[in-house]
C-alpha cells in the first residue's frame, strides 16, 4: 500500500530533531518546530515556526522516522537535482517535510464519526521532524515565525 503525500507550499523546510505539540480542546493544535526558509540556508541559520491547526479532529505523535518507517511505501515527493533554484522559483520548498497525505486511509475511517456531512473540511497533514512525526486532522493551518 503506497502513501500520497504532496507537499505544502511554504517557504520554508522543516529541520528539527524536536517537535514540541500543544493541544487544547478549544483551540486546537500548535508545534512548535525548527525550520529554514530560503535565507537561512546559505547562512547555516534554523529558526523556530509555531504552525496552528483549527478545528482539529485528531492529533497522533509518533516517535519514529517516518520514512524509516514507510520505507519503499511513499510517493508523491519529487526530486530536484537543484533544490534551492526549485525553491527560489517556485516559492516552497519541494520537500519540506509538511505534507498533506492523500486519500488518507485514516481520514476516510475517521471521517462518519468526525464529520458525517462533510462541513468541516477536514484534511490529512504530517510533520515529519528527524525522529519523531506528527499526524494532525484538521481544517485548516497557519504559521507564524517565531524569531
Request: with cysteine; aromatic share 12%.
Amino acid at each position: 500500500m503506497s502513501i500520497v503525500l504532496i507537499p505544502e507550499k511554504v517557504d520554508f523546510r522543516i529541520s528539527t530533531t524536536d517537535l514540541k505539540a500543544i493541544y487544547t480542546e478549544s483551540g486546537g493544535v500548535t508545534l512548535r518546530i525548527d525550520v529554514q526558509t530560503r535565507g537561512d540556508v546559505p547562512l547555516d541559520h534554523y529558526r523556530e515556526i509555531e504552525l496552528t491547526f483549527d478545528t482539529v479532529a485528531e492529533l497522533r505523535c509518533i516517535t519514529v522516522n517516518f520514512f524509516e518507517l514507510h520505507a519503499g511505501q511513499v510517493e508523491g515527493i519529487s526530486q530536484q537535482d537543484d533544490v534551492l533554484a526549485f525553491w527560489e522559483t517556485n516559492g516552497y520548498h519541494p520537500d519540506p517535510g509538511f505534507y498533506q497525505v492523500v486519500d488518507s486511509p485514516i481520514l476516510e475511517e475517521k471521517r462518519t464519526l468526525f464529520d458525517p456531512r462533510n462541513r468541516l473540511d477536514l484534511k490529512h497533514y504530517l510533520v515529519a521532524g528527524y525522529d519523531s512525526y506528527v499526524e494532525v486532522i484538521a481544517s485548516s493551518y497557519q504559521f507564524a515565525v517565531k524569531d
